[in-house]
């Protein structure tokens, strides 16, 4: 399982192993301040970190930052 | 001459505004607000809250580093003895905003903390260490025991005396001499406990509740995937009617026919966060769009039918469990291999 999630320090309380940061606390995949078509690719390069999470071996809590 | 106390709280307790507000920027205001005005009455001449620290919730978990110079700089100016933050109950972000500020007057001002906090406040696990915090109700109908509960420490502390009870345990180590040296007391219990003899540990171990990570998914493009979401993210209309806050169940919906979440499919169940963005697109809080696409492109492997959702709002700790423990199985029967779980 991979967290993706905006305050990353509640995700280490509760003790997700992979974990990916996001935006903000309402729209965590997303940015309303972007055009339409840019906000898609932030989500997209999101999603992206978050597979690349999944496939990496990981051996306690790890933050996959930018 | 009495004690000078700053107080901490959030937007919501300044009387400012909820959600809606919660981008409130740090001010600070002379005197009581809120909250404050019950404390005042606890604490009578013993101390005076000379000023007000007030913070939007998402405001500060969101810019963590420069809210945190600006609330520190607005607590300093009021040359307080003591400061005091929430009570913040269960409330996710303003518990994690209690926690900071006293962490950020412990260690920049070395003056005592006093706060409130329901036990399973994620920022009470984190940040108890940095001032004495009572344990209050999950919600603001505790306000009548929290306040007196905290107002008693301060007191205390006014005083000049020493806080040894009321408060949850800091987990700071305070040296004592014991009777017996280690070797003796190691060995004795050892003996009571081959004896099948009660006896007492001097070193509890924390109930953390840890899993090892799972093996790396070797092939995304093989790999069957799953959505799972604790920012409410429901279709149109919250069908379930999950709860707002203090979820009491999950809802399972179909992803069949939903390849892009739009104001007319999808909205948030969640009550503790601006739901605005989330209700106009779902998908930024729960990827549908991308994720599709990726499956159709092949770069990911299968989609689970299903996404689950719940309300991590002031959800105890009990009920997720049981949430979790249901949404696993379901997964596990469908051979889903990884899942995304996204939360606000």
């Known amino acids: 399982m991979v967290h993706m999630c905006t305050i990353v320090p509640i995700s280490m309380t509760v003790g997700a192993n992979r974990i990916v940061p996001t935006v903000a606390i309402p729209y965590p995949l997303g940015n309303p301040a972007l055009e339409p078509a840019d906000e898609k690719e932030l989500r997209r390069k999101l999603v992206k970190k978050a597979l ?15 | 001459m009495s004690k000078r106390i700053v107080h ?17 920027k740090p001010e600070k205001r ?12 606890e604490l009578g001449d013993a101390a005076q809250i000379v000023g007000t620290v007030i913070c939007g919730d998402s405001y500060f978990n969101e810019n963590l580093e420069s809210c945190s110079a600006t609330v ?8 307080p003895d003591i400061v005091v933050v929430g009570p913040g109950f269960n409330a996710g972000r303003y518990g994690m905003a209690c926690g900071t500020v006293a962490k950020l007057v ?41 306040v007196p509960d905290m107002a008693k ?17 800091k987990g700071l180590r305070v040296n004592y001499f014991a009777k017996d040296r280690g070797s003796k007391r190691a060995v004795d219990m050892l003996l009571k406990k081959i004896g099948g003899q009660e006896f007492e540990t001097e070193y509890p171990m924390p109930a953390f509740d840890r899993v090892l990570p799972q093996p790396a998914v070797k092939d995304i493009t093989k790999a069957r995937i799953a959505l799972v979401s604790s920012g409410g993210p429901v279709p149109k209309g919250n069908p379930d009617h999950i709860e707002s806050s203090s979820a009491s169940k999950y809802g399972k919906y179909s992803l069949k026919d939903i390849t892009d979440f739009t104001a007319e499919n ?17 998908d930024r809080v729960l990827p549908v769009d991308v994720i599709k696409e990726m499956v159709a492109a092949g770069e990911i492997g299968s989609l689970h039918d299903y996404w689950y959702s719940t309300v991590g ?7 997720a469990k049981k949430f979790a423990n249901a949404i696993a199985q379901d997964l596990k029967a469908d051979n889903v291999d990884c899942v995304i779980l996204t939360s606000t």
């Open chain 1, 52 to 66: 690349e999470a999944l496939a990496t071996e990981v051996h306690g809590q790890t933050v996959f930052k930018d």
């Open chain 2, 8 to 24: 901490y709280i959030n937007q919501f307790f300044a009387g400012i505004g909820g959600e809606e507000k919660a981008d409130h």
């Open chain 2, 30 to 41: 002379d005197g009581v607000v809120g909250p404050g005005m019950g404390l005042q009455k």
């Open chain 2, 72 to 79: 520190l700089d607005m607590i300093k100016s009021y040359n």
């Open chain 2, 106 to 146: 412990d260690e920049n001002l070395g003056l005592p903390v006093v706060g409130g906090l329901y036990e399973e406040n994620p920022g009470l696990e984190i940040y108890k260490r940095y001032g004495f915090f009572v344990h209050t109700a999950n919600n603001a109908g505790g306000m009548r025991t929290a």
């Open chain 2, 153 to 169: 420490i301060v007191k205390k502390l006014a005083a000049g005396e020493e806080v040894t009870e009321g408060y949850v345990q």
């Open chain 2, 266 to 282: 999808g909205e948030t169940a969640h009550g503790g966060y601006d739901p605005v963005y989330a209700n106009l697109d779902l």
């Open chain 2, 313 to 319: 709002n002031g959800t105890a700790v009990s009920n």
